[in-house]
Structures are given as structure tokens and as C-alpha cells.
């Protein structure tokens, strides 16, 4: 497409701190708009961010090499990334680009993702006793993980527990721990598979998996160790990686040097794709063209900063996403994001 303007702003994020939003506008008057998430608990192997105003300045800064420019996305993200420029800043562009290009083609869709569906949160999103980051439950529909998510809800309630949430739109009460949490999905939604995002740390000092597993209704465990336990991660895999998805995401980072560690020798069988993890569009679709090349289950996800831009829905799909993980739906920018799911075709 040929770049007409560029305009770039900051906005507020769902923690209230600034970030990035970037308009696109081609020749062909298509317009799009794209905000730049954030995660509290980054990987260290992710792009380097600057600060919203510094984006803002380095956007301004590069249009003028692209405005009035015919150019793909694959040239505008090569471009992107050796400008120098944060990763905050080249996604902006590089999304809204994207973004452009894909309300003119008008796609339909006919596969959609599972929902892995927040209904416990804790580490560094909410309550302190609940030391695991995740504990989500797998759907087929939003309107199947809006009614679940409302029974938690009444049943807390009933049990005069809080139920206020955490950043990422799901329940972290101060009475509870990381058993209690399992306890409750268990009693409530028997007959489904939980999810966890371990985030590399469990409890304090060695978790014993097995017993886990044994003893709830476990699908998936996403980060069982940090992000340089390689040894410990290919024991895990070892031992469960033909019973659950084992999934990377600080370890892998959506960054195909990354991935490809993971896979000599294979510790994950599924990988989180974030694309601000990467900072461009084209490099995001290079980890998942790998990923796919490697029979690993794709995850799209949010991030615990959100903004209300729906984009990444829209990513997942294209791509043909297994699972997105777009928080629970308590907060108005996660469930923007369920919302944008009904609007493109899914039940």
C-alpha cells in the first residue's frame, strides 16, 4: 500500500500509564488505528520498549521516510527494524500498516481459537498469597466463557469471598492461595481442562508436577521454570510433554532464535505469540511460521497492560490460532476483546 499519513499520539493504558496509538492512512482514503500494549511481568529476552513520548517522537521522526512510499509489510517492518527505533514504536506502525491492509480485504473466518478463559490471577497481577500468574479455563465460546465466568462470580459472592479483579480482569481474593484457587474450579467446573501460566514459579522451593496433574484437570502449564532452567524444562518436557501442552513465553518471547532453542532439544510443545514481544508484524509471523513448521500449538495473547484496541483478535485469526488468552471479563479492555471474537464469526 502507499502511505499517505502517519499520526501518532499517546494514550492511556489500562493501568492508566501512557502509551502508543498510531493512525495509518493510505492513498485509498483506508484508515487504522493501533495501540501498543505492555506486560508488568516482561521477559528480558523481549524488544526493547521506550517511553510513549520517546515513540511518539520516533515516529514522527521516521514518517517522513515512508510517507508517499508504495511498500509492503515485509519492507516496512525491515525498514522498522533497523531505524533504531523501540519496539513499542515500530509495532505501532508496523500493526496499524497491517491493520489497513486487512479492512480492505474484508477476510471471513470459519476457524476459531479455543478460549483460554481467566478466572483466578495472582504473582505480580493481583493478590500475593497466589503465587501461580494464571489459572484459566478452557472454552469453546464467549458466550460459554461469559456464563462460566458469571458463575465463579455468583458463587463468590454467595460465599461472601471478594470478588473484585485483578489487571487482568479475573478474580484474586485475599483469603486464597494457589490450592484454594484449583479447589474452587474444580468443584465448580468438573468436567473442564484448567490452564495455568506458572510463570516460572509455583510456591517457593520445588513443585511437584506430577502430584498436580494427578490431582486436577490440567491441559496445559505455560513457564513451569524461568526463562535459562533449560535442563529443568527438557526433565518437564520429558515427563509430560505427550500428556499437556507444555507452552513458552518468556522463554521463547515470540522471537524465532528463541523458539528454535526450544526445539534443539524440544521442551515446549506450544508457544505464546505476543507480538509486541517482537516489535513488527513480519517478525511475529516469522515466529509463528516456525512454530507451525514444528507442529507447535499456537496461543495468541493479550498483555496484563492493556489498552481497548482489538487487534490482536483480529491476528489471531488470520494466523489460525489453537488458543487466545484474553484475560477474564471484568474489565472493559478485555472484554473489548471478546467482543471483537463475536463480531468476526465466533459463537
Not at 492513498?27 to 495501540?35: I, P
Not at 506430577?210 to 491441559?219: G, T
Not at 507452552?247 to 532453542?261: A, E, F, Q, Y
Request: proline letters at 2%; hydrophobic letters at 40%.
Amino acid at each position: 500500500m502507499r502511505i499517505v499519513d502517519i499520526k501518532a499520539r499517546t494514550i492511556l493504558s489500562s493501568l492508566g500509564n501512557e502509551t502508543v496509538e498510531v493512525e495509518v492512512t493510505g492513498e485509498n482514503e483506508e484508515k487504522a488505528t493501533a495501540s501498543i500494549p505492555a506486560g508488568i511481568s516482561a521477559g528480558k529476552y523481549e524488544v526493547v520498549n521506550v517511553s510513549a513520548n520517546q515513540a511518539v517522537q520516533q515516529i514522527e521522526n521516521i514518517k517522513r521516510e515512508l510517507i508517499g512510499r508504495e511498500i509492503d509489510q515485509q519492507r516496512l517492518d525491515d525498514l522498522l527494524c533497523g531505524s533504531g527505533m523501540g519496539g513499542n514504536a515500530t509495532l505501532a506502525i508496523s500493526a496499524a500498516t497491517w491493520k489497513a491492509e486487512l479492512i480492505k480485504s474484508k477476510k471471513k473466518y470459519n476457524k476459531f481459537p479455543k478460549l483460554l478463559t481467566l478466572m483466578f490471577e495472582g504473582g505480580k497481577h493481583g493478590n500475593e498469597n497466589i503465587t501461580v500468574q494464571e489459572f484459566a479455563v478452557i472454552e469453546n465460546s464467549v458466550w460459554e466463557a461469559a456464563k462460566d465466568f458469571k458463575k465463579l462470580k455468583e458463587y463468590l459472592m454467595e460465599n461472601h469471598i471478594e470478588n473484585t479483579v485483578g489487571a487482568e480482569g479475573a478474580f484474586s481474593p485475599m483469603g486464597f492461595d494457589n490450592w484454594k484457587a484449583m479447589d474452587v474450579i474444580k468443584k465448580l467446573f468438573e468436567n473442564k481442562t484448567i490452564a495455568l501460566d506458572v510463570a516460572g514459579s509455583f510456591v517457593e522451593g520445588d513443585v511437584d508436577y506430577e502430584e498436580l496433574l494427578k490431582k486436577y484437570n490440567i491441559a496445559s502449564i505455560e513457564d513451569p521454570y524461568s526463562d535459562e532452567e533449560w535442563e529443568r524444562w527438557a526433565d518437564f518436557y520429558a515427563k509430560f510433554g505427550k500428556k499437556i501442552l507444555v507452552v513458552g513465553d518468556d522463554l521463547t518471547v515470540s522471537n524465532p532464535s528463541r523458539i528454535k532453542m526450544a526445539l534443539n532439544p524440544r521442551v515446549i510443545n506450544a508457544v505464546i505469540i505476543k507480538p509486541n514481544q517482537n516489535g513488527t508484524i513480519s517478525g511475529t509471523l516469522e515466529a509463528v511460521k516456525l512454530a507451525m513448521d514444528n507442529d507447535l500449538k499456537l496461543v495468541v495473547s493479550h498483555r496484563a497492560e492493556e489498552t481497548s484496541d482489538d487487534w490482536i483478535c483480529d491476528f489471531a485469526l488470520e494466523i489460525g490460532a489453537d488458543f487466545v488468552k484474553f484475560g477474564g471479563l471484568e474489565r472493559g479492555e478485555r472484554v473489548a476483546k471478546y467482543n471483537r471474537l463475536r463480531v468476526l464469526g465466533m459463537k
